[in-house]
């Protein structure tokens, strides 16, 4: 329970912290409790930019689908957001950033209300960007339940871990706001990158040198395909890279680039984003790979068997049964239960609180739900000219309590695997939304109508992989299950991981519907006043 114990204090930290800490007079009112004043120093603004985009999915997803699919995991999401995400930041985040300094934004549909001159388009972009990041809050407070019952052996139930994670962010959110939040992902940030670093060197010296760990996954049939590429093709690869497009259009992304005190604190941003990326991403795959080759810890061989079963044949297997064995063979844990079980008692607790730092980044997530809802409906609708500011803020914060019990209820009940989740829904949802923000910045022809197409195309195909996934069980691994078939060619297909289109994931063909539906929907109907369209794009002087 030592372990255990070290995280409930860590736990007490982050409440003092978000709370307490770096509270200010005089920082009252709606722009002081969302974004802080728009006054997050460099570093402050770095490191919690950073850190709230480093979730449950960095820490524990990567491992886990490492675990499962070897280091290729890395090349997936690894490399693609360290050289796409800083590009997106520079391309979009700066121009977000001064358009909410010029006009007071505090929200993205804020500005898209205002770019395209819509009102209930708007309340349409919000219902649907609150929809899909509700998937992504919900995998923190899996990965908290998950972290906590691992560290204390089984003692702290899945459940308990899971409402205790949600308490807390709901506490330091409704008290602190944008700047608790963002000094809590700034202490944050800084323990996973330190103790992710420890980690990896503690475990690999403990198992005598990563080195003869790979040999023996080399040397063994079933895995030497983890420490290649060649079990993934080229389609599935490629739309891959499509995924770190999204992390813009997320909310939270968006409404953290409006804190920065100052368009300079970008460039430095920008710069080291990339190596914070490495920082994180390559030990936590790594470690997950490695866990192939430790068999001598029970937990991970467990998961081992249920996996050869898996891939075993499925022949009078029930679906409920298939679900239990994917439950028993996911590895969204398997760094814990190296910890347990190579680190001392004290270091373990320490590590696993550096865990729990990653996974708590739902914070900013929660609160952007809350700003929005306060922004873009409350306010919007009369709400704040009614009943005041102070009523405004009240009304956010009982927001931030409504989503971390909606997020703890789903979180009961959704199934295994944090990476599968966040690629299937939200990161793919996202995505899909990308050409609002394109178009909204670089396009004047754009118009409100295409912004409706682009947000009602992403809702029906967002629904239609759910719906399809939930019809269709996942296959074993290994193993495809043809959906639609033309002429002899699989269009869509249930793999084992989600859905594939021609061999590609769905964020390739739902991104190009959206971009192609702005295009063709905003060129059939009729724009913005000039007065509007000159505040974004102003005539060069004569």
Not at 343 to 353: H, Q
């Given at each position: 329970?030592i372990?255990?114990l070290?995280?409930?204090l860590?736990?007490?930290?982050?409440?003092?912290i978000?709370?307490f800490?770096?509270?200010?007079?005089?920082?009252?009112?709606?722009?002081?409790?969302?974004?802080?004043?728009?006054?997050?120093?460099?570093?402050?603004?770095?490191l919690?930019?950073?850190?709230?985009?480093?979730t449950?999915?960095?820490?524990?997803?990567?491992?886990?689908?490492?675990?499962?699919?070897g280091?290729?995991?890395?090349?997936?999401m690894g490399?693609?957001s360290?050289?796409?995400?800083?590009?997106t930041l520079?391309?979009?985040?700066?121009?977000?950033?001064?358009?909410?300094?010029?006009?007071g934004?505090?929200?993205?549909?804020?500005?898209?209300?205002?770019?395209?001159?819509?009102?209930?388009?708007g309340?349409?972009?919000?219902?649907?960007?609150?929809?899909?990041?509700?998937?992504?809050?919900?995998?923190?407070?899996m990965g908290?339940?998950?972290?906590?019952?691992?560290?204390?052996?089984?003692?702290?139930?899945?459940?308990?871990?899971?409402?205790?994670?949600?308490?807390?962010?709901?506490?330091?959110?409704?008290?602190?706001?944008?700047?608790?939040?963002?000094?809590?992902?700034?202490?944050?940030t800084?323990?996973?990158?330190?103790?992710?670093?420890?980690?990896?060197?503690f475990i690999?010296?403990?198992i005598?040198?990563?080195?003869?760990?790979?040999?023996?996954?080399?040397?063994?049939?079933?895995?030497?395909?983890?420490?290649?590429?060649?079990?993934?093709?080229?389609?599935?690869?490629?739309?891959?890279?499509?995924?770190?497009l999204?992390?813009?259009?997320?909310?939270?992304?968006?409404?953290?680039?409006?804190?920065?005190?100052?368009?300079?604190q970008?460039?430095?941003?920008?710069?080291?984003?990339?190596?914070?990326?490495?920082?994180?991403?390559l030990?936590?795959t790594?470690?997950g790979?490695?866990?192939?080759?430790?068999?001598d810890?029970?937990?991970?061989?467990?998961?081992?068997?249920?996996?050869?079963?898996?891939?075993?044949?499925?022949?009078?297997?029930?679906p409920?049964?298939?679900?239990?064995?994917?439950?028993a063979?996911?590895?969204?844990?398997?760094?814990?239960?190296?910890?347990e079980?190579?680190?001392?008692?004290?270091?373990?607790?320490?590590?696993?609180?550096?865990i729990?730092?990653?996974?708590?980044?739902s914070d900013s997530?929660?609160l952007?739900?809350?700003?929005?809802?306060?922004?873009?409906?409350?306010?919007?609708y009369?709400?704040k000219s009614?009943?005041?500011?102070?009523?405004?803020?009240?009304?956010?914060?009982?927001?931030?309590?409504?989503?971390a019990?909606?997020?703890?209820?789903?979180a009961?009940?959704?199934?295994?695997?944090?990476?599968?989740i966040?690629?299937?829904?939200?990161?793919?949802?996202?995505?899909?939304?990308?050409?609002?923000?394109v178009?909204?910045?670089?396009?004047?022809g754009?118009?409100?109508?295409?912004?409706?197409?682009?947000?009602?195309?992403?809702a029906?195909?967002?629904t239609?992989v759910?719906?399809?996934?939930?019809?269709?069980p996942?296959?074993?691994?290994?193993?495809?299950?043809?959906?639609?078939?033309?002429g002899g060619l699989?269009?869509?297909?249930?793999?084992?991981?989600?859905?594939?289109?021609?061999?590609?994931?769905?964020?390739?063909?739902?991104?190009?519907?959206?971009?192609?539906?702005?295009?063709v929907?905003?060129?059939?109907?009729?724009?913005?006043?000039?007065?509007?369209l000159?505040?974004?794009?102003?005539?060069?002087?004569?």
């Open positions: 329970m372990p255990a070290v995280v409930f860590y736990l007490g930290v982050v409440l003092y978000g709370i800490a770096f509270r200010r007079p005089g920082g009252g009112g709606a722009e002081g409790y969302f974004l802080a004043n728009r006054s997050l120093g460099q570093y402050v603004f770095l919690s930019l950073f850190g709230t985009n480093m449950a999915f960095t820490i524990l997803g990567s491992a886990g689908h490492a675990f499962a699919n280091v290729v995991t890395y090349g997936l490399s693609s360290a050289l796409l995400i800083p590009v520079y391309l979009f985040g700066t121009r977000v950033w001064a358009l909410g300094k010029r006009h934004f505090m929200t993205p549909v804020q500005m898209y209300r205002d770019r395209w001159e819509c009102g209930h388009i309340t349409a972009i919000f219902a649907i960007q609150a929809t899909l990041l509700v998937p992504y809050i919900v995998i923190a407070v908290g339940g998950t972290t906590l019952n691992a560290v204390s052996g089984g003692v702290v139930p899945y459940w308990f871990g899971g409402l205790l994670v949600a308490a807390v962010v709901m506490s330091y959110v409704f008290f602190g706001g944008m700047r608790g939040t963002a000094w809590v992902n700034t202490f944050q800084v323990l996973f990158l330190t103790f992710g670093a420890a980690a990896i060197v690999g010296v403990s005598g040198g990563f080195p003869a760990a790979m040999e023996r996954l080399a040397a063994a049939p079933e895995s030497a395909p983890l420490l290649t590429r060649e079990h993934i093709s080229p389609r599935f690869f490629f739309s891959y890279m499509l995924i770190p999204s992390s813009i259009m997320f909310p939270h992304i968006s409404i953290f680039c409006l804190t920065a005190r100052r368009m300079g970008f460039r430095k941003t920008v710069i080291f984003y990339p190596l914070c990326i490495l920082a994180i991403w030990p936590c790594f470690l790979l490695a866990a192939n080759a430790m068999t810890v029970p937990g991970i061989e467990s998961k081992l068997e249920a996996r050869a079963e898996l891939a075993a044949d499925a022949g009078g297997r029930t409920a049964e298939t679900g239990e064995l994917q439950r063979a996911a590895g969204d844990d398997v760094i814990i239960l190296m910890l079980h190579y680190a001392p008692l004290w270091l373990a607790g320490l590590l696993g609180a550096g729990m730092a990653a996974v708590m980044a997530q929660i952007a739900l809350s700003t929005m809802f306060t922004e873009d409906v409350f306010a919007y009369g709400g009614r009943f005041g500011s102070a009523v405004q803020v009240q009304t956010g914060r009982l927001f931030v309590v409504l989503i019990l909606v997020a703890y209820a789903i009961l009940q959704a199934p295994p695997g944090i990476f599968g966040a690629v299937q829904y939200a990161f793919s949802g996202f995505a899909t939304l990308l050409p609002l923000l178009a909204a910045l670089f396009w004047r754009s118009t409100k109508w295409g912004a409706l197409a682009v947000v009602l195309w992403t029906a195909t967002m239609a759910g719906v399809l996934q939930a019809v269709v996942a296959p074993a691994p290994g193993t495809l299950v043809p959906i639609w078939t033309v699989d269009v869509i297909t249930r793999t084992p991981g989600g859905t594939a289109v021609l061999g590609y994931m769905p964020v390739l063909p739902m991104l190009v519907g959206s971009s192609l539906l702005m295009f929907v905003s060129r059939l109907t009729p724009g913005p006043a000039a007065a509007t000159r505040r974004y794009f102003p005539e060069p002087a004569a």
